[in-house]
Structure formats: C-alpha cells, structure tokens
C-alpha cells in the first residue's frame, strides 16, 4: 500500500469545497443508477467525480480509470479499491462530499479499512 499517494489525496479532498461550484464539476459520488433515473448523466461510469476520478485527475492522467487502475496506483487490492469507489448499493452515498472522501482515505491508510459508514459520520 502506498500511503503517502493515498494521504496525498486525502489532503487534496480536504482542499475541496463542499458543495459543487457554479458549473456542476465538483465531488459526487451519486450512484449510476441514480443518475441515470436523474436523466443527468455526465460521465461513463455514472458518477460526475468520484475519488477515482478525482486522483486520475490529480496525477494528470486522461482516460477513465477504473478501480483497478487506483488499485495499481495505490498498490492496494482491487477489492479495497472497488469499495473505495463502489460505496455499499444499499446506502446511498449521492450525499458523500470531499470530507468523507478525506475521512474515509485517512482511515483507511492508518487501518487497511474501507468504511464508508464511518467516513460518513464525518460532519
């Protein structure tokens, strides 16, 4: 595992606005389900910019990742990656913003675990 790459994007959450600017490019880890009912659709995976998104973005990288290429930059399994950016389907999570991410990313640098549960308490 990578923490310091994994930490490094738990600082960069922290610097993030909560809620979405004016143009609608912001954090949203919204289920493709949800947007595809929405009608809003905005990215190929469904979500706007999840964590995935955001640390392609981050390490200057163009083409859409999945969680298997945050699995190899983080040197983590894929399974952690996937929960990272696959929150449980029975929660909703289109209410996650960048604290949780930060939260959720410290936590599990320091434990080797995925809870989003948890980074949700996060106010």
Same mark, same amino acid.
């Given at each position: 595992?990578?923490?310091?790459? #994994?930490?490094? !994007?738990? $600082?960069? @959450? ?12 912001? @954090?949203?880890?919204? +289920?493709?389900? $949800?947007?595809? /009912? /929405? %009608?809003?659709?905005?990215? %190929?995976?469904? !979500?706007?910019?999840? #964590? =995935?998104?955001?640390? /392609?973005?981050?390490? %200057?990288?163009? @083409? $859409? &990742? =999945? +969680?298997?290429? *945050?699995?190899?930059?983080?040197? #983590? +399994?894929?399974?952690? !990656? &996937?929960? #990272? ?10 209410? !996650? ?6 939260? *959720?990313?410290?936590? @599990?640098?320091? =434990? %080797?675990?995925?809870? &989003?549960?948890?980074?949700?308490? =996060?106010?």
């Amino acid at each position: 595992m990578n923490k310091e790459r #994994i930490l490094e !994007a738990a $600082d960069k @959450f922290a610097e993030l606005p909560d809620e979405n600017p004016e143009n609608g490019l912001g @954090f949203d880890m919204r +289920s493709y389900l $949800d947007v595809f /009912q /929405q %009608g809003d659709l905005k990215h %190929g995976c469904g !979500a706007v910019c999840c #964590i =995935t998104g955001w640390v /392609q973005f981050w390490d %200057g990288n163009r @083409f $859409d &990742w =999945t +969680s298997r290429n *945050l699995a190899e930059h983080w040197g #983590i +399994s894929h399974e952690d !990656a &996937w929960r #990272i950016a696959h929150p449980n389907p029975e929660r909703c999570y289109k209410d !996650a913003r960048p604290r949780h991410a930060e939260a *959720l990313l410290r936590h @599990f640098a320091e =434990t %080797g675990e995925v809870d &989003w549960p948890l980074a949700m308490e =996060t106010v």
